[in-house]
């Protein structure tokens, strides 16, 4: 039977000093090309960076907060 491709062919985390980041993109219906470039934002405890959604061509700016 035939695989199914991941959902994120390209995904790579690094470390550059203090900061961890994060970079993902889908491979999806409807989200095929979109990225996540995010950082970790060690005093607030959040991922924060730029979501481009490739079928429109939108940049946004994004937080992602943990949940308590």
Same mark, same amino acid.
């Given at each position: 039977?035939? %695989?199914?491709?991941?959902?994120?062919? %390209?995904?790579? /985390?690094?470390? +550059?000093? +203090?900061?961890? !980041? #994060?970079?993902? +993109?889908? $491979? $999806?219906?409807?989200?095929?090309? &979109?990225?996540?470039?995010?950082?970790?934002? /060690?005093? &607030?405890?959040? #991922? +924060? !960076?730029?979501?481009?959604?490739?079928? #429109?061509?939108?940049?946004? $700016? @994004?937080?992602? @907060?943990?949940?308590?």
């Amino acid at each position: 039977p035939p %695989r199914p491709s991941p959902p994120f062919p %390209r995904a790579a /985390a690094r470390r +550059e000093g +203090e900061v961890v !980041g #994060l970079f993902v +993109e889908f $491979d $999806d219906v409807n989200y095929r090309g &979109s990225t996540y470039s995010l950082g970790y934002n /060690a005093r &607030s405890g959040q #991922l +924060e !960076g730029l979501y481009y959604q490739a079928p #429109l061509r939108q940049q946004f $700016d @994004v937080v992602f @907060v943990p949940r308590r």
